[in-house]
């Protein structure tokens, strides 16, 4: 049967092409943003078989629309929401980024998750649950947000260049904005394989409530099964399991399954019966899961240390290593007139053996230069193609002895300056550090050279690739100021990395 929806006009703008998703709450639909040229995004409607006035079903649903909005702004790990609105037929619905990827319960199904990766899935999951437990601004209130009903369903995986796997929280459709006046509290809403015990049992909720529905969702990631099980799947099977039921452990589920004790511990205190025996808040959780990441296998994917600290060579020998003649560029390079002395990156290509090259004009006190030359380079390279298309093109330079020092620069891929330097970078494979000391500002200082590891030469191909078709749709400040809280939750992973290195 043919669905009378699709090919139909949404606000003048939206155009309907499949449906690709049903839950209880709506339908999703693929649809083209004709105003931008024919964009794909994801359209969610309100299920017409929903009609409850006594829960406010529209009201909630609005609400969604822009709790969405204002989460999606703060942190990449919940879905992006760019429009909402109430189509002839008074029905609501609002515009969501298109994602590709696969549903998080359709991944377990087929076989738990690799210690490495659950990892990487639960710091992502808290992050994103982080941002909403923390709160967004309510009439100049900061106000806290719950999801209530946290499951592999509503959790998104898609493939990211930047991420590789990167993970987003789906459907704050029965999300409960934590106000004082608020008066629709009472009416049970979630899932109840995935509910905390007050929860089902229809008490006040905070976010210790999404702590235990992420337990028994880790649980699940790491063995495939669920913690408690219900004698009947109804409300009162279940109502039974989460309040009486203790939770298996993890080796009656699968007794060759070894996980670190830390772990065990954390997903079981998410499972505790009273939310005051839980972590009590996100940070926690965060907490130990960045720090079983540290012990975990790390993969380099910048250069390896250069020089090891072991090696005490004379800083004559090491700056002559360094030189701006050891490097071969072509002509010497004078810190640009249009420049302050002060400690500032920006890039610009310089001629290596008559050949153009990325280059990273850095300025730095001498002592800090000093301390670094010895030490490890490291790059990495983060991607948003939406709002605005921007890499974060991020060096790192790090001593065993002293704190890193962080170089990042932007580049604005709708820039023919930031196209050209993309492109650079990926056909060259490595690119130049020229480093200038404030002290003796007219002369490079010393020039260093950092590869770029093939992934990620690859990735730089296909974001220039997706930037060339993508449309902006908000100014490139947002996405810098998107990129740049990426690069502050990543900065404690980036130093692990240094130093699995220098312990290596």
Known sequence: MTDPNIGRLIAQRYQLQELIGTGAMGQVYLANDLLLGG???????????IQNNKIRVQERFEREAKTCALLGQKSIHIVRVMDYGVDENRIPYYVMEYLQGESLSEIVRIQPLTLTRFLSFARQLGLGLQAAHDGIPVDGELCP???????????????NPSFGELVKI??????????SDSSQTNYYLGTWAYSSPEQIEGKELDNRSDIYSLGVMMFEMLTGKMPVQANTNSFGGWYKAHHFHAPRSFSEINPRLELPQALEILVMRCLAKNPSDRPQNINEILQTITSLEQHEPVQFTAQDKNIPASLQTNLASTLEKYSITAAGIDEIPSWPKNKPIADIVFPHPIRVHNQLTATLWVMLPKQEIEKRLQG?????????????????????????????KWLPYYLDLKSSQGMELAKLLLETGYYKILLFTRESPQRAFACLQTEIAPAQRQLLQQWVAMS???????????????LKKELEKIKSQVIMKLAAVHNS
Do not use: C
């Open 39 to 49: 964009v794909p995004v994801a359209i969610k409607f309100l299920a017409l078989s």
């Open 468 to 482: 060339q078709s993508a449309v902006s749709t908000a100014s490139p400040q947002l996405s810098r100021g998107l």
């Open 376 to 404: 490890t380079r490291y790059n990495q390279f983060l991607f948003l193609n939406a709002p605005h298309p921007m890499i974060l093109w991020l060096t790192v330079l790090h001593s065993q002895e002293h704190t890193p």
């Open 145 to 159: 947000i719950i999801h209530r009903d946290i499951k592999p369903s509503n959790v998104l995986v898609t493939p």
């Open 170 to 179: 789906l459907d704050f459709g029965i999300a409960k904005l934590l106000q």
